[in-house]
């Protein structure tokens, strides 16, 4: 899955891996196959997934692959099965969340890609929680636990001024928690915080409404760039992110590392990045408005000796998830696998 058009954040953490890989180690070659992710309808999806499996098979024919990494194994996973058994190319696959929830349901489906991963040389998934319900549902035990990685060439603290009390950044759905973003943003926009949303999806035309009859506390962005995320982060005085799933959420490591405390849900990997009072805060229960309007209104009044010690540790945390780190794991693994 790589960016498009239409999407242009899709699948850029694979991308970053790729590229800082390409730049960093001298030693191996490396090259990439990725779909630009589109909007497309069922019909739309099964021609386009039918072209790609056809392309990207007769892609690693031609070639001499030491070593196949494969993001997100559904639906992919036994095109690189098909050249271990026939050239005993070496495989790592990364589980990232969507891949093993959304499309794991099906018994069939379980079965054959529980058959298939066997197979694999090395399996990682990016959280902790993942890699134990991977673990679960699968039937194979994940060798290693490791993000996708966040480049603090990209996300870095910057002076600007912070005129945005309060940013969401992700797609715009139940899943992360957008519903409860739009009730808490409707509690307190008359009491004058101010607000960031970047993302899109189903609850779009209700952000934009509340952006428009509010201009001076809330502003949206359907799309940035990573750079321009990086801005808005610098901008913003904590990030909001209740989400109610989350296999890592690589998002609020990239608040983290442009110095932005994180008030979010203590699920999945986001309590892997987020100490409660250290670099952030908890909400417990990301369903009970009143709670998260509490640490909202806690953060909004915090004064600045307390909120510049947040800030302050946010730039000596989750060095662990730096893209750097990671693509080091990542190439200590490629030599030795």
Known sequence: MAPSDEITYAGVFVQNQFQYLQEHDRKNEYYIFSLKKTFTGAIGSI????????????????????????????????????FKKTRGTKLIATVHGSDLYAKMKNPLSRSLFRYILKSYDYIICVGVELGEDFQKIMHVKPDKILCAGVNKEIFFPQQVARDFDFVFVGTLIDRK?????????????????????VGTGEYRS????????????????????QPELNVIFNRSRWMFFPSRNEPFGLVASESIFAGTPVICSDRGGLKEQVKNDINGYFVNDPEDVNECLYLLNKAYTLNIAEYDRLAKNCLTSNEQFSLSFVCGQLEDLYNYI
């Open 47 to 82: 021609k386009k997934y039918t072209s790609f499996i056809s392309k990207s098979f007769m892609y690693v024919k031609r070639e001499k692959f030491d070593v196949i990494h494969l993001h997100y194994f559904f639906p992919l996973a036994i095109i690189p099965w098909y």
């Open 177 to 197: 928690g957008f519903d409860i973003v739009l009730k808490v943003i409707k509690e307190t926009i008359n009491a004058g915080f101010k607000w960031c949303v």
């Open 206 to 225: 209700q952000i934009e409404d509340i952006a428009k009859n509010y201009p001076s506390n809330c502003q949206y962005f359907e799309r940035l760039e």
